[in-house]
């Protein structure tokens, strides 16, 4: 069965799921959502899944902080958006480089690896 890539309408996480030609439009999110099929998420998937997941995720838990500190954060980055559980928003890759700079975070360079 091939593998097709989909965007839950719940949780909005990204994931790939083997399916049916004929049920290859939706499918289930572990969340319990129903999830879209991503043709966009689904191309640039093809022979670079790992960057493309990194550069597009939407919640951050690297960038996120502990639950107990998010009040602290929220007033130090009140152009930040971070979720009750801690995970930062990131809109895109521009974004998220945006808001390691205003962290002081460096970003590890993938490619050279
Ligand atoms: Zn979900």
Known sequence: ????TYRCNECD?????????SKRHTSECKCG?????????ELAAVGKRHKWITENERWSRSMGVPVASLDE????YP???Y????????KSRSDKLRQMKE????????NRR
Request: aromatic letters at 8%; zero cysteines; glycine letters at 6%.
């Open 1 to 4: 069965m091939p593998d097709y």
């Open 13 to 21: 996480r990204i994931f790939s799921d083997m399916n049916t030609i």
């Open 33 to 41: 959502g129903i999830a879209n099929r991503d043709l966009d998420a």
């Open 73 to 76: 954060y929220r007033k130090k």
């Open 79 to 81: 152009k930040s958006t």
């Open 83 to 90: 979720l009750d559980d801690g995970r930062l928003l990131i």
């Open 103 to 110: 962290r002081g975070f460096v970003e590890l360079d993938n």
